[in-house]
């Protein structure tokens, strides 16, 4: 099974609204984090937000926050009034447990275009 | 502060030459990744080093890749040959481990996109 799960390969959004990226994801460990990534078309990997599995409160981050729905294992990336330049490829991440040295198993990513 | 550092940016090998793939992480993080993404297998970890050692390597997918980390400030992916089906971005990524509210982000680099032709 899928450790992390992004069903929307691509979306297109309007310069301005909010966007929502899905993010579901599958574990049986109680100490988990879950990250979000942005790949522009440059293709650096740029760290966006994180939520870990104890925390009580939805992460934000500026224009950035995760919709953090523990009972149904989801981690949507929320990002408000869109721009031109959140264009890029949004890839969910999880890491099982909490020290650094334990495996991120990263989704397949969403080409997310904003239109103007 | 600086970022992780990679070089080269890109790289076109002919095949069966030698490439070797460099990394300056953030200074003083003690964990550094290797990572490869393809479009058909995404973000695939290949080794990482904790204070320069070597942790694991079980995602190295033949002899042919060696990682080195001869210092806190430098390593190196190197592929010996290479072959066309290692054209992809090799990231390298850094991280400490530190407080738990922070996740212990890793950090990625700009990428090295690799062409083997």
């Known amino acids: 099974a899928q450790k992390i799960t992004q069903t929307q390969p691509g979306m297109f959004v309007q310069e301005k609204e909010a966007v929502t990226l899905d993010c579901t994801y599958d574990?049986?460990?109680?100490?988990?984090?879950l990250f979000w990534y942005k790949q522009p078309s440059s293709g650096e990997m740029i760290f966006l937000i994180y939520?870990?599995?104890?925390?009580?409160q939805n992460a934000t981050e500026g224009r950035y926050s995760l919709n953090f729905q523990k009972a149904r294992k989801s981690a949507n990336l929320v990002i408000s009034a869109s721009q031109l330049g959140d264009s890029a490829m949004y890839f969910c991440?999880?890491?099982?447990?909490?020290?650094?040295?334990?495996?991120?198993?990263f989704g397949t990513g969403t080409r997310l275009t904003i239109i103007p | 502060d600086a970022g992780v550092i990679q070089s080269p940016r890109h790289e076109v090998t002919e095949m069966g030459q030698e490439v070797t793939l460099r990394c300056k992480p953030i200074?003083?993080?003690?964990?550094l990744f290797w990572y490869r993404q393809t479009m058909m297998r995404g973000l695939e970890l290949l080794i990482y080093?904790?204070?320069?050692?070597?942790?694991?390597d079980s995602g190295m997918p033949e002899d042919r890749f060696s990682a080195k980390m001869p210092n806190a400030s430098f390593s190196t992916l190197k592929i010996q040959p290479s072959e066309p089906r290692d054209s992809a971005v090799y990231f390298c990524?850094?991280?400490?481990?530190?407080?738990?509210?922070?996740?212990?982000?890793?950090?990625f680099g700009e990428g090295s996109w690799l062409t083997v032709v």
């Open positions: 990524a850094t991280s400490i481990q530190g407080e738990h509210s922070s996740g212990n982000t890793i950090y």
């Open positions: 574990t049986s460990d109680q100490s988990y984090g």
């Open positions: 939520q870990g599995s104890y925390d009580e």
């Open positions: 991440a999880m890491r099982e447990g909490l020290n650094v040295n334990e495996k991120l198993t």
């Open positions: 200074s003083g993080h003690d964990y």
């Open positions: 080093f904790n204070n320069n050692v070597p942790i694991d």
